[in-house]
């Protein structure tokens, strides 16, 4: 098993179920977010507008989950200053900046400027958790492998989990996404490729086109590929997928080595079409409940993250030391 420091296993301890499974509400949408309440309203949505619908999804759907992942714009402080986010629910923080500089084909991930992950960890969050868009041939690849590291040492510095989510894009021009086969192997390379880099957590896309490939067998093979191209603990992400189609993907990855789910718009999607008491009451209901069935299908059968890591060995004078034994996990 792998050795974990102190801080970095606490802050997962804090971000899991009872089981050491992982169940995320995912929360830190921000440009697409404002363009959809945008579009289901009249106007522009702002700040307020955000923080608002963030902070009403975190209330309802928060006590369902293990750890809500918030931003640091709309989401973090607001949802812990108006005792939205329980105690009991571990809070990770994004520390990217939102989209990407570049060219569409040679994307750059860059950091949120004026926020870091020592203000992550002085706010009292669990974790801390970096976007990067990635392609194994993106001429941007060697870079944004360079900012995981760096935000992994810092992570390590501050002694706090660090979990990284890769989305994949299109190399060749006039493509918009990757599909067919080459999704599943950009997938699985850039777990081999990002895993050993320091990351304590990977948020994987579903290894599979599900256009193309529909039957269980096949979901069954790319996952448990991906646990075995994985050095870390991984869970997967909804991706804007209908609830019942992510339903499907979190139970067979779970069954294939997957330590649980980070969902977001596959449980609060509909509530952006919604104003006032209507998106209160579908929150309160379908969405609650549907982050309760994650958390369950998480909880009941995904692997540890306790069956990879264990804390590192301590005795009455391991404190003496603690400042100088932080290390880069990976």
């Not at 992942?69 to 990770?92: K, R």
């Not at 750059?108 to 002085?122: D, H, Q, T, Y």
Request: aromatic letters at 6%; a neutral charge; one cysteine or more.
């Amino acid at each position: 098993m792998k050795q974990l420091s102190i801080g970095k296993y606490r802050g997962l301890q804090q971000c899991s179920t009872p089981n050491g499974a992982l169940s995320i509400l995912a929360l830190d949408h921000r440009n697409n977010l404002r363009q959809a309440l945008a579009n289901a309203g009249a106007g522009a949505a702002g700040p307020r507008e955000l923080s608002e619908f963030k902070l009403q999804v975190t209330g309802a759907l928060a006590p369902s989950a293990s750890a809500v992942l918030l931003d640091p714009e709309f989401g973090a402080a607001q949802a812990t200053a108006a005792n939205q986010l329980p105690g009991g629910a571990g809070l990770l923080v994004s520390v990217e900046a939102t989209g990407y500089t570049g060219e569409p084909t040679g994307r750059e991930s860059n950091l949120l400027p004026g926020w870091s992950v020592a203000k992550i960890k002085r706010m009292g969050a669990s974790a801390v958790k970096m976007l990067v868009y990635y392609h194994p041939q993106s001429p941007t690849a060697k870079q944004n492998e360079e900012l995981i590291k760096q935000v992994a040492a810092d992570c390590a510095k501050q002694d706090i989990p660090f979990l990284v989510e890769p989305l994949s894009f299109a190399i060749e021009p006039g493509q918009k996404k990757v599909t067919g086969p080459e999704r599943h192997d950009i997938v699985l390379e850039t777990a081999r490729r990002l895993t050993p880099l320091g990351m304590d957590i990977l948020k994987a896309e579903f290894p599979l086109d599900i256009e193309n490939a529909k039957t269980d067998a096949e979901w069954e093979k790319a996952c448990k590929a991906l646990t075995e191209a994985s050095t870390v603990p991984w869970v997967l992400l909804s991706a804007a997928v209908d609830f019942e189609t992510f339903m499907r993907q979190t139970t067979i990855a779970c069954e294939q080595g997957a330590s649980g789910a980070a969902v977001g718009r596959a449980v609060w999607k509909e509530a952006v079409e919604l104003q006032g008491p209507k998106r209160e009451a579908f929150l309160a209901d379908a969405g609650a409940s549907r982050m309760a069935q994650v958390t369950k299908i998480c909880n009941e059968t995904a692997r540890p993250w306790t069956t990879i890591y264990q804390a590192e060995p301590v005795d009455e004078n391991w404190y003496k030391g603690y400042s100088e034994k932080r290390q880069v996990t990976g």
